[in-house]
């Protein structure tokens, strides 16, 4: 890749409708073999995800494109005060489930269209979005049957806290904080 062609925008939950349809456009082409035989990763469910990540706390995504083009991005947003944490499947001590309206960003995607892996874009995409949090940590889930992915993460500092199911009919996920202050 050569770095200067990849524009990164930031994006907050003011300008979300303004890159919707791209964030969509982008998880409909990476998600599609998923979405072909796993209802959750369907586009439908991605996008009740998306919305209800977009009307959290502090949104914000990293949205890459090179010419023009979209190749991907990363996006989260702030855990408030008031967060629960559910789906924790291994016991963890309360002191790291205990949050502030600034301890927590929950990093939700990073992802890369096909063309562009393994060519550092996702990392560029994740410190942007890292540039602008004013959180102390990131948290963010990584399919247990991907641990070249939970490997990645591991080398951009993100360590292992638990195991967590999110949701009924989700996979089951490795559990990463990062320290971002």
Known sequence: ???????????????????????????????????????????????????????GSRWGCAFGEIGGEPVGYAYGFARTAAYRWSGLLTPVPDAELTETDTRTFALCEVMVREPWRGTGIAHTLHEELMSHRIEERSHLLVEEEHPKVRAVYERWGYRWMGTMQPYPDAPRYDSLVRPLI
Request: glycine letters at 0%.
């Open 1 to 55: 890749m050569d770095a200067a062609t990849l524009t990164v925008t930031y994006y907050a939950a003011e300008d979300f409708a303004a890159v919707e349809h791209q964030l969509l456009a982008v998880y409909a082409e990476v998600y599609r073999d998923e979405a072909a035989t796993d209802p959750f990763f369907s586009i439908e469910r991605f996008t009740e995800r998306l919305h209800a990540h977009a009307r």
